[in-house]
């Protein structure tokens, strides 16, 4: 074998294994960086949003309706410098939730311009109006009034089939009391008529006056609640405050959004 046909052979061979490295390597990018779709779960390529957008179908967005402040304000809570702040929310989605919002009371002086605000948290469950509350809040500035502001709601979409957990309020009244470190209280019998146990069940109590103006604010907490079962709370206020209370106002509310498991058969979550 002469010269030329042994370097005509190693070429050859040179070429087939770099062939064979070149397939592998090929196999080994598809294999650890796939070839993107409209299908890969990945938001990738131009898409707006996983697999939709762009190249892709168009994103099939559903905008939920902006949730309406009704009201708010603020009541003396007996210390100087405290108050207790309201807000009347109202959600006007039917199938959607937010599972957490962020919210801001801000007071104002008499001129209309911001002096303090408090910040916070919640949640609401479609077609919910129900009241935020912030105990105990500072402000050493005076203000005129109040102002409640939300932001970066996080909405979830319910499935046809949806219960709101149905939570009763029976029995419930308010006393005033004689003693030196309590000046009234509130009491009520909680039902938790949903066919699920509830580990912790928040319960806003607003007390008003003949006029329906909101005098005083407190809440407490009842711990697992079992299917059928009945609670009873109490809800004290030590510091005294104006006005004569005429009516009792019990809000319960359970955070049905902490249980994946509750939640799963009936909510999806939605992007916006």
Same mark, same amino acid.
């Given at each position: 074998?002469?010269?030329?046909?042994?370097?005509?052979?190693?070429?050859?061979?040179?070429?087939?294994?770099?062939?064979?490295?070149?397939?592998?390597?090929?196999?080994?990018?598809?294999?650890?960086?796939?070839?993107?779709?409209?299908?890969?779960?990945?938001?990738?390529?131009?898409?707006?949003?996983?697999?939709?957008?762009?190249?892709?179908?168009?994103?099939?967005?559903?905008?939920?309706?902006?949730?309406? $402040?009704?009201?708010?304000?603020?009541?003396?809570?007996?210390?100087?410098?405290?108050?207790?702040?309201?807000?009347?929310?109202?959600?006007?989605?039917?199938?959607?939730?937010?599972?957490?919002?962020?919210?801001?009371?801000?007071?104002?002086?008499?001129?209309?311009?911001?002096?303090?605000?408090?910040?916070?948290?919640?949640?609401?469950?479609?077609?919910?109006?129900?009241?935020?509350?912030?105990?105990?809040?500072?402000?050493?500035?005076?203000?005129?009034?109040?102002?409640?502001?939300?932001?970066?709601?996080?909405? $979830?979409?319910?499935?046809?089939?949806?219960?709101?957990?149905?939570?009763?309020?029976?029995?419930?009244?308010?006393?005033?009391?004689?003693?030196?470190?309590?000046?009234?209280?509130?009491?009520?019998l909680l039902k938790n008529d949903s066919p699920y146990d509830f580990s912790q069940i928040k319960i806003k109590v607003i007390l008003r006056?003949?006029?329906?103006?909101?005098?005083?604010?407190?809440?407490?907490?009842?711990?697992?609640?079992?299917?059928?079962?009945?609670?009873?709370?109490?809800?004290?206020?030590?510091?005294?405050?104006?006005?004569?209370?005429?009516? $009792?106002? $019990?809000?319960?509310?359970?955070?049905?959004?902490?249980?994946?498991?509750?939640?799963?058969?009936?909510?999806?979550?939605?992007?916006?």
């Amino acid at each position: 074998m002469d010269d030329k046909e042994r370097s005509r052979k190693k070429a050859i061979i040179v070429f087939i294994y770099f062939l064979i490295f070149a397939i592998i390597a090929v196999l080994l990018y598809f294999w650890f960086f796939p070839k993107a779709t409209c299908f890969d779960k990945i938001k990738n390529q131009n898409e707006e949003d996983v697999d939709c957008g762009g190249v892709c179908k168009k994103c099939e967005k559903i905008v939920a309706q902006d949730l309406v $402040v009704n009201k708010a304000g603020a009541v003396e809570t007996g210390t100087p410098g405290q108050f207790d702040f309201y807000a009347e929310v109202y959600n006007p989605n039917n199938s959607f939730g937010s599972k957490s919002f962020d919210y801001e009371f801000v007071f104002k002086n008499a001129s209309g311009e911001k002096i303090s605000s408090v910040k916070g948290k919640d949640f609401i469950l479609p077609g919910e109006q129900k009241y935020i509350v912030e105990l105990n809040a500072s402000s050493v500035v005076e203000f005129s009034s109040v102002d409640f502001n939300i932001t970066n709601s996080q909405w $979830v979409e319910f499935n046809d089939y949806y219960e709101k957990p149905q939570l009763k309020i029976t029995n419930k009244s308010y006393s005033e009391s004689n003693t030196a470190d309590i000046f009234g209280s509130a009491h009520g019998l909680l039902k938790n008529d949903s066919p699920y146990d509830f580990s912790q069940i928040k319960i806003k109590v607003i007390l008003r006056d003949a006029n329906d103006n909101i005098l005083a604010l407190n809440s407490t907490e009842v711990k697992t609640v079992k299917t059928g079962e009945e609670r009873e709370f109490t809800v004290l206020w030590p510091k005294k405050f104006s006005g004569t209370v005429m009516k $009792v106002d $019990v809000q319960p509310e359970v955070n049905i959004f902490d249980s994946e498991s509750f939640m799963q058969k009936y909510f999806k979550a939605q992007a916006f």
